[in-house]
């Protein structure tokens, strides 16, 4: 005879040992009592995206089925798009500046004279350069760059403090009729120059009207100088209003309240806050001025000879190859050597304020 359990109606002999039972309720008991947890589907795709997205309803997937995958990946993944986006302008770096780049300098190690840059390197150029005069070209080049440099400072100075802090309204004016210069091609202005200085020109028919007859004025070094600061003007002009307008008027004010002179207040104001324009201006018109070749071919009728028409000599009239590409290659060197030097000298984020000065 089998007995049966009155509630349940279960046989006695079909339930658990006792035990195992309470262990079966009370795992019940915390299944009901668990929050129910969000079960995820498998992904039905390696992609992260969906045909429902409405970015995509606009997309023929039959016709492009790469391109939503794209999208969605984009879209989906966390700094994908900022990376794609980037690769354009990586793009134009690589090609656009730095294989140039590299392409110059392997160049320089090529044998004189090849056209190839599958030789085996030497530094037979840079023998030669160093056994030469090629020193006089370099010389020249960094001394009418400092030379217009420090021309411009003297000139653009006042300029700019006039443009950020006394002209106001008239400032707008003045910098389009200064900027409407860049619209001109460099050759036509200093063609411009040549005229006005040439022998009978404007300059000196002017004067023999007058009675006092002159020679021509070009072909020397100051009308080369002054070819170069007239063309470099406004790389350092816009630079050293928008440090001169960085110059708080309060601590100006301030200053003249307590006694300051102008002299003190130019020397400890003005030019130590301005000085951002000051380094930026100058590095400008440094590293344009140390490659110009123009000035000193139309002015200055090959009476210098810069390192610039040194390697124009090489590539084309000489067609040493090799030698202009290591001349060009001394060029970069000592351009980034002085311009690294001056930054060196001046912190740049000390002046810009990112940096507590010493006392």
């Known amino acids: 005879m089998i007995s049966r359990n009155a509630a349940t109606s ?3 002999s079909a339930l658990p040992p006792e035990p195992e039972r309470l262990h079966s309720l009370r795992r019940d008991e915390a299944q009901r009592a668990a929050p129910a947890l969000p079960v995820s589907a498998p992904p039905s795709s390696p992609f992260p995206w ?6 995509l309803r606009h997309i023929r997937t039959d016709a492009n089925p790469l391109l939503p995958r794209l999208l969605a990946r984009l879209r989906t993944t966390p700094g994908v798009f900022g990376r794609f986006s980037s690769l354009p302008f990586v793009l134009l770096m690589l090609f656009g500046f730095v294989m140039p780049l590299l392409c110059v300098v392997w160049f320089g190690l090529m044998p004189s004279k090849t056209f190839s840059l599958l030789q085996w390197p030497t530094l037979e150029n840079y023998r030669t350069i160093f056994g030469q005069t090629y020193y006089k070209s370099i010389l020249w080049s960094v001394g009418l760059a400092m030379l217009t440099v420090a021309i411009l400072l003297v000139v653009c100075y006042p300029l700019a403090f006039a443009l950020a802090k006394v002209f106001r309204g008239g400032a707008t004016f003045i910098t389009y ?4 210069s860049l619209f001109v091609s460099e050759n036509v202005r200093l063609f411009g120059w040549v005229i006005g200085f040439m022998k009978n020109g404007v300059v000196g028919g002017t004067l023999a009207r007058l009675g006092l007859p002159i020679d021509s004025l070009l072909y020397n070094v100051p009308v080369i100088v002054l070819g170069m600061v007239y063309v470099y003007l406004p790389f350092m002009l816009f630079p050293l209003a928008l440090g001169v307008k960085m110059v708080p008027d309060q601590v100006r004010e301030a200053a003249f309240d307590l006694g300051a002179s102008r002299w003190q207040v130019f020397r400890k104001i003005d030019l130590p806050l301005s000085m951002p324009g000051v380094l930026i201006g100058s590095l400008l018109v440094f590293v344009l001025s140390i490659g110009a070749i123009t000035e000193a071919k139309i ?15 090489e590539f084309t009239y000489g067609q040493n190859w090799p030698l202009g590409s290591a001349l060009s290659t001394l060029l970069i060197l000592l351009t980034t050597v002085l311009v690294f030097f ?3 000298r001046f912190d740049l984020e000390k002046f810009l304020g990112k940096k507590p000065r010493e006392n």
């Open 50 to 55: 969906s045909p429902d997205d409405p970015a």
């Open 299 to 313: 002015l200055g009728g090959q009476k210098v000879v810069t390192i610039a028409a040194d390697i124009e000599t």
């Open 177 to 180: 009729a200064i900027a409407s």
């Open 342 to 344: 001056a930054l060196g």
């Open 10 to 12: 279960t046989p006695i």
